[in-house]
């Protein structure tokens, strides 16, 4: 039993149909039909079912369930919005504001040299882990709009952001007088287009005024934390990607489509 709606898997069941058509995949060469793999790749997502345990119940080769759920994790993330589509839609939806956070997802694949000698690449030193940072850009409730691409656990939020050359841009072209992307104080590197909160210096102290605009933004903010929690609640392969760290942008971005497709909501 999936906890997913008929519908859900039905979605992935015509993706699969059309991708098969695309390759000119002949009638009857394909163990499983597209329905069966594409409960084999919801399983991956929903329960993290080992890929082992996928080609046992199918009675096919691991490989094999590795093809398949690459194909899936493909053709699923090629359904994603754009950035530049998210935000329209949250401009039509009347948001006042997007929060942008950028979360973890944790990998057990390790030992990639990064730039600074014994530091692997995909470490994350404030989370004491290894992992890929992923960009999420959520509703004001915190309902997840749009995810980036992976980057190395190692880099800091603003360095992510930067690093994807599309987003900074984006969002300072949303920016206006009555629409705002809040961030925390990650992103305080681009508090001239994100609105952080007020830091408190070094020695010193926040005026009224400066405390008050903080609990306003904390308030505002914080529901982009449900974004992320959604996300790996709803998907367990969220919580430890054993595959490749490189693959983790379109893992997410495909369980992004899932998400939106079994609510039936994009905005």
């Not at 059309?18 to 793999?37: M, V, Y």
Request: net charge neutral; charged share 25%.
């Amino acid at each position: 039993m999936l906890p997913v709606r008929l519908q859900t898997v039905v979605f992935v069941c015509r993706l699969l149909t059309a991708e098969r058509a695309r390759r000119g995949t002949r009638t009857g060469t394909r163990k499983l039909d597209c329905f069966t793999q594409a409960v084999l790749i919801l399983r991956w997502f929903l329960d993290d079912t080992r890929l082992r345990q996928l080609a046992t119940d199918n009675t096919i080769g691991k490989s094999t369930a590795y093809a398949y759920l690459h194909e899936g994790i493909e053709v699923i993330a090629a359904q994603a919005p754009s950035l530049a589509g998210a935000l329209l839609a949250a401009k039509m939806a009347g948001h006042p504001h997007v929060i942008i956070d950028g979360t973890l997802i944790e990998t057990d694949r390790c030992q990639t040299p990064g730039p600074t000698p014994g530091v692997d690449l995909w470490w994350s030193g404030k989370h004491d882990n290894h992992g890929g940072n992923v960009q999420v850009l959520t509703a004001p409730d915190g309902w997840p709009l749009w995810t980036s691409d992976v980057r190395p656990g190692r880099e800091h939020d603003t360095t992510c952001l930067r690093a994807h050359t599309e987003l900074l841009p984006s969002i300072q072209a949303w920016v206006s007088e009555d629409l705002a992307t809040l961030g925390d104080l990650g992103y305080e590197g681009e508090a001239d287009t994100i609105t952080v909160p007020i830091k408190k210096p070094q020695g010193g102290k926040l005026t009224e005024d400066q405390k008050a605009h903080n609990r306003d933004h904390s308030r505002k903010r914080g529901p982009g934390e449900r974004g992320n929690s959604l996300l790996k609640m709803t998907f367990k392969a969220l919580r430890n990607v054993s595959v490749n760290p490189w693959d983790i942008g379109d893992i997410t971005r495909a369980a992004l489509v899932l998400l939106h497709i079994e609510y039936g909501r994009t905005t």
